[in-house]
């Protein structure tokens, strides 16, 4: 793989994100580990729980752990850990920092991911200069605490037909429903549950990407 820029990172099929409330008892970088082994390419650091100093540590661990597997690792919301760790990425929801100063934070390698809910949200997120966007939830979820209504699949299409910014689908993503996420327009998919969720790790991976690829077709 060559290397990781603002415009490639989002060239992957499926994103994990990390989720320890809802990992069985394994602890973040176990579960990464094991998604990394499973081949993913692209991990987020989610967690809402810790304090700065625990966060710091796993994600120095996963820094090293995604370098060596040549994955891009991107922080959720704490800027300064991810500048401090080195995150190819870092991403922000609505109620974060402005994308444009978060960029003066970051500087002009790291890539910024904006979640949004709405199409005015990614209209604004395209003017911001946002190197990417969330869109969801597709799907009802309840691992996202201040959740919103699903949004559905008519803003995934609105998106993938209107919009020249890479975009992952996100929200109550799972097996069953992946392929039809793919067939209405989504190249990258992230989720949580199904996956950090499962005592299969490897296994649940091997059958999203099985899923995927026959939705390709
Ligand atoms: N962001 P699960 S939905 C982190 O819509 C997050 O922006 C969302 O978790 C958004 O795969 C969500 O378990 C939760 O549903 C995704």
Known sequence: MGAITRR????????????????LGRSNVEVVREMLDAGIRLIQYREKEKKAGAKLE???AIRKMTREAGAAFIVNDDIDIAI???????????????????????GEKMAIGLSTHTPEEALKAVESGADYIGVGPIFRTFTKEDVVDPVGFEYLEY???????????????KEHNVGEVFRR???????ITEIVGETDIKGKIAALRQAVEAAKE
Do not use: M, W
């Open 8 to 23: 490639n990172i989002l060239d992957t099929d499926i994103y994990c994100l990390t989720g320890e409330k809802f990992s």
């Open 159 to 173: 998106v993938a037909g209107n919009l020249d910014i890479p975009f992952v689908a996100i929200g109550g993503i």
């Open 185 to 191: 327009g989504a190249r990258c998919v992230a989720l």
């Open 58 to 60: 796993e994600c120095l």
């Open 84 to 106: 401090l760790v080195d995150a190819d990425g870092v991403h922000v929801g609505q109620e974060d920092l402005p994308v444009p100063e978060v960029r003066r934070l970051v």
